[in-house]
């Protein structure tokens, strides 16, 4: 089982430049999240998506957006990459209102932006 | 979001119990406890989760506290590929948003 896939595993940006990070699971969760990490730091929260056609924000939000194209993908662009923006991203899912509640995580996307 | 408040690192010698603290004082009634781990350079992994009662899995126990403001994880034999960091999260099943808000965790550290 793939469980959850992003990509680029790694990626260098300029100040300005944007892209995309694309997240996609096999396992029919209704619930995807993006978070990212800072060295020495914990996960935050940026955005997540309680279904289909459904989007918040989380934490901290500011800089990105978000799309839930369909039941299996979710993105996170960055508009206008900024040096605070180097981190790792992580994309997870979750089956909600199910016994087993467990968030299973991708292996995450290095971005760095100079 | 209610919060957890775990050390910030921690020791224990290989094959022995490890016992890793959390409180969440403003849990609510609802809240479930959520453990999961990070290994170096990979994404979080579940652990363990509970809502009153003590749970038992292949990886760890968890124990919970009568009042439920607090929480152990508990390792029953600790190798050194349980060297990570450990997070204690509380997950809402009523707030219509399931989100996992994490802290900054606990690094275990395994000594040989």
């Known amino acids: 089982n793939a469980g959850v896939t992003q990509t680029p595993k790694f990626q260098v940006l300029k100040t300005g430049q944007s892209m995309t990070l694309q997240c996609a699971q096999d396992m029919n969760h209704n619930s995807m999240y993006w978070y990212r990490q800072d060295p020495g730091m914990g996960l935050r929260l940026i955005y997540y998506s309680a279904s289909e056609g459904t989007t918040d924000k989380g934490e901290v939000p500011n800089g990105y957006n978000v799309s839930r194209l369909n039941k299996r993908e979710f993105s996170l662009r960055l508009e206008s990459a900024a040096p605070s923006q180097t981190s790792v991203y992580f994309c997870a899912s979750t089956q909600e209102r199910a016994m087993n509640t467990e968030a299973f995580f991708g292996q995450g996307t290095r971005l760095t932006v100079v | 979001d209610a919060k957890t408040t775990q050390p910030n690192s921690m020791e224990s010698n290989e094959e022995e119990p490890v016992h890793l603290p959390c409180n969440h004082s403003?849990?609510?009634?609802?809240?479930?406890i959520h453990w999961y781990r990070q290994l170096p350079s990979q994404g979080p992994e579940y652990v363990i989760h509970g809502l009153t009662s003590n749970v038992n899995n292949r990886m760890a126990s968890l124990a919970i506290a009568e009042d439920r403001k607090s929480s152990t994880l508990i390792l029953h034999r600790a190798t050194l590929r349980d060297a990570a960091v450990y997070y204690c999260i509380l997950r809402s099943i009523t707030s219509g948003t399931y989100k996992y808000i994490f802290g900054t965790g606990t690094r275990l550290k395994v000594l040989a």
């Open positions: 403003t849990i609510s009634g609802t809240d479930y």
